[in-house]
């Protein structure tokens, strides 16, 4: 009996050891990139992956079967001349972003309770996909962000954007609509296709690599 007591003892330990020494490795964003630091709200807000080895998913994001429709398989690209991004993408955005260029947005588009219980992308400004649908907001709110946020100017009813910001929109992921709805309401008003990027993968594939989120009220 003391003999199975001391197998199941040190069995357990060496089992101890083995997470104590893959918790103990590091986790960078890439080889030579272990975190980058950027600005949000006026503050420093450093990025980077969850530093535990056995962290698991934000459980909101662990569904694998969401109803279809609406919550279906996106294309990789969205529309003719709107790139794609993935997570390195969004954080050069971030990087210059913080090194002052007011030329480009990062805009999280999702609406109800989702950005209360899972957080923005650090940088990101929460501006909800239905304030730029032309069926659920006034023209002229629509019409006051094109050129008070997104530096887009009017002469009568034709707009100019050349001079407007580099947009990238993110929602929940793969299967979530609303960032892609406000670019193609985007496109449709003229709004420059090279001008609008898609961060795809959007909260479920950061939150599933472990990387920084804030308080959308922070």
């Known amino acids: 009996m003391l003999r199975v007591l001391l197998t199941l003892l040190i069995s357990l330990l060496s089992l101890a050891s083995v997470v104590v020494s893959a918790a103990d490795k590091p986790v960078g964003i890439t080889a030579d990139l272990p975190y980058i630091d950027v600005?949000?709200?006026?503050?420093?807000?450093?990025?980077?992956?969850?530093?535990?080895?056995g962290n698991d998913i934000d459980p909101d994001f662990a569904l694998t079967s969401r109803p279809c429709p609406p919550f279906c398989v996106l294309p990789i690209q969205l529309a003719p001349g709107v790139e794609t991004y993935g997570e390195l993408e969004v954080l050069d955005a971030l990087k210059r972003m913080s090194r002052r260029d007011e030329t480009i947005m990062l805009i999280d588009s999702r609406d109800g309770d989702w950005p209360q219980r899972s957080g923005l992308i650090p940088g990101a400004v929460h501006l909800p996909w239905n304030k730029l649908h032309v069926q659920q907001a006034e023209p002229q709110a629509i019409a006051e962000?094109?050129?008070?946020?997104?530096?887009?100017?009017r002469n009568g009813p034709f707009w100019n954007?050349?001079?407007?910001?580099?947009?990238?929109?993110?929602c929940n992921g793969p299967w979530c609509g609303q960032s892609p709805t406000n670019i193609k309401q985007l496109?449709?008003?003229g709004y420059p296709a090279h001008k609008l990027k898609w961060y795809r993968g959007g909260m479920q594939v950061w939150k599933s690599l472990g990387l920084t989120t804030v308080p959308v009220d922070k």
């Open 39 to 53: 600005q949000h709200n006026g503050r420093s807000v450093r990025i980077q992956r969850n530093p535990d080895n």
């Open 161 to 170: 954007f050349e001079h407007a910001k580099t947009l990238v929109f993110y």
């Open 145 to 153: 962000i094109l050129e008070l946020q997104f530096g887009a100017t």
């Open 187 to 189: 496109l449709a008003l």
